[in-house]
């Protein structure tokens, strides 16, 4: 009688559970449209709104929001050419046209208007220019638009853009940095209040979607905006969906609980899961990422003085020599990886036409390490030089799965060349501090890029503020400075650069990844854009849409 | 029985006044910066010299605490670094989701753990005695982000019974829809986290009951020919409780800290997976919002079980 009775307790839970566990699922499949999309982020869109999104708000979870409610003057084109006027789309401005060489005239789309119903006009962009040129208020915005002078209306949809000098990305600086925002709503908030203000609650913008609500933790979601100028898009309602966890952005994908995700995680096995699901596709996309091992050039212990070891170029060059770098990306990514030629990510454009990156020469690097007294007198099997063993340590986050699988190759591939390595894995936040304290051997970062190359002068020169490592050749400056104001054959200038970063062996440039999105099956036209993956979604249009 | 209350109040509040001082200067000394990151995205020195004013990490760390402690008497945590808000909207707007599940399993451990405790003691070295204790000692062995992955991934993903994560599908539309899909995506995480606490309980309570059921009163009820249901629940269960209370205080944190990792397996949108994030991002208000929630919870519920064991045992307050 006691044993029925817990039985029976345990059963009525269980069909309780069954109940309540399948009952909705019809409610969820009547309601369900196929004209939506459930795209999973790892982060919460904290404040979606241009001229903000910067610092911590930097985040890609944030400018994937911003992207859909704010339309940008023009777009970046397929090629992702950032120099000169040709390679871009029109956006809320129509066309552009020079004056001069340090002028640059933009007719706004008349048709363009804000989601309440305004035009958009020439003082929105004059509006918004003035904050995001100004340090107090966008510190890291207006450094990237330093070179523009002024930005002025002529009329209702003329805005006139100077610049201090002639160079080649002065349309891509006027149009990707930021984009307008609407002067009649924010012009009476002070504006250092911006960030509090109800607007970042509930933003209007000029883009496709239009804002409907954030549920904390949970999920953005979005709507078409009927009145869009460029077509409304097929994809009616948009949802961010907040998952931290890649594992649970794996499970509710695969779980039926989302459309899209904007890459798969490690490990490769998870490409096997997709795969296997009949109503998942994987789109590749050339990935703004790339993976290095820095060389400290100071001595960890006291910055002032070169570091001990790899304050020498020929030993830099010998440890790259000494890596298979081909075999270990293909263990660690497959075929969906290669082996960059100086600091560049798929995107980056400067990256096509680059010399292949020279191929493992072990004997070559004995040679180089022997010509600078290194090797293994006290035969320990590491080598040594006045008493001192050739070993480093490798900064990296543990975190990262991929990093730690590669470093554990590099460690057992430098070993069989006498070079003692340790692995210090830290989590993320000491990692950082860290790295910009300059208190590692070698850093095995893994760099986020804009579609630009003057990026780079952040890491690689001299002055560069994200240069952790104190790499300093001035001829690199010089190449760079002389890039940045190119206005003929940019990529040749580039290619220099890159050609005198590889001599100098400042790092092991190690990989650069394809990524693969995820996006369910009924959306076709799905065109991904690596520099705002979900950019393109305006565009993208639906099979069974009602 | 006013004079202890007092007491125990003030020693309360002097805990946490210490609780929250030695928390702000733990989580400030521990290594990392909270505006260093990574990659091309990094800030300049400049940029993060002026965030650094800006959320007062430029003043020395007694500074910073005396700012804390001025702000908190008023309500005001900061503003968080990550998200640029303030530090107490965003621990109310994750609350609830942490209430929910933490409130769930607790009901369900106290209410299963204690029955299930009670039929065990009364059925002592029975079979099914054996069984739930074998089946409860297993649960609890499991690590809950292990069993939390498992679940998700056969339950959620392979069977597709129930959501393998988050609090609400989007989608969902209605108030009794939303309400039934909440409960729906609340099984997953209540059961990890119960499978894995509520052995505890049974064993509590089992202990307790067992060593009541043995005192002579228990004898003479019987004696007297009362119903055992009413000898088990009226008479032993009372005073077996007391132990059971205990670990109620000391579970109810559960409601605002939620399990960090189970919360983050399922991406339940609770105060846990805000501070696995501030933890990451060394985002101090918010790291130091949270602590100081749960700290002052844990306080509470200490205290709270102080109170009711004084209630049910005049011994306790007399002494």
Known sequence: MTRWTLEAWLGAGLAATVMVAGAPRAWAQRASDPARIVILTGG????????LNEGPLGATSNTDVTDQLFLHLAELGPTLVTTGDRGFEPGLARSWTRRDSVTLVFDLDPRATWQDGAPVTAQDVVFTFARARNPALAPSLSRLLRRITSVTAEGERRVVFRYTRPYGEQLYDAVFHTAPLPAHLLAHIPAESLARSAFVQAPVGSGPYRWVRRVAGQFVELEANPRFFLGAPAIRHVFYRLATDPEARMNLLLGGEADAMDNVPPPRTNVDRVNAAGNLRLV?????????????????????????????????????????????????????????FGPTSPMLWIRRGAPAPARADVAEARRLLAARGWADHDGDGTLDRNGSPLTLRILLTITSATRMQIAQQVQEQLRQIGIRIELEGVEFALYNERRNQGRFDLDFASASQDPSPTGLAQSWSCSGGRNVAQFCDPVVDSLIDAAGIATGNTERAWQAVLQRIEADAPAVFMYAPTFFAVVDRRFGNVRIRPESLWLGLREWTVAGSR | MRRWLVRRTLQAALTLLIALVLLFLLIHILPGDPLAREGEHALTPEQTEALRARYGLDRPLFGQLAAFLGGLAKGDLGVSIQYGRPVTELLLERLPATALLGGTVLLLNFVLGVWLGVRQAVRKDSREDRWITTLSLAGYATPSFWLGIVLAGFVGVR????????????????????????????????????????????????????????????????AKGLPESMVIWRHAWRNALFPVLTLFGLWLPILVSGSVFVESVFAWPGLGSLAIGAVGNRDYPLLVGAAVLVAAVVVLGTWLSDVAYAVLDPRVRTS
Not at chain 2, 199 to 221: F, H, K, N
Request: net charge positive.
């Open chain 1, 44 to 51: 919460e869109a904290a404040g979606p709104v241009p001229t």
């Open chain 1, 284 to 340: 590749p996309f050339a990935s703004s990422t790339v993976g290095y091992l820095l060389f400290n050039q100071r001595d960890p212990r006291d910055t002032s003085r070169p570091h001990p070891i790899l304050g020498d170029r020929d030993v830099r060059r010998a440890i790259v020599l000494a890596l298979d770098r081909h075999k270990m990306v293909r263990a660690t990514f497959g075929p969906t990886a290669d082996v960059p």
């Open chain 2, 159 to 222: 069977w597709r019974l129930l959501p393998p994560a988050g609090m609400r599908d989007p989608l969902g539309g209605g108030t009794v829809a939303t309400a039934v899909d909440i409960l729906r995506h609340l099984i997953l995480p209540a059961l990890t986290l119960s499978i894995v606490s509520i052995a505890g309980t049974m064993r509590y309570q089992r202990a307790a009951l067992l060593e009541v059921l043995r005192l002579p009163y228990i004898v003479t009820a019987r």
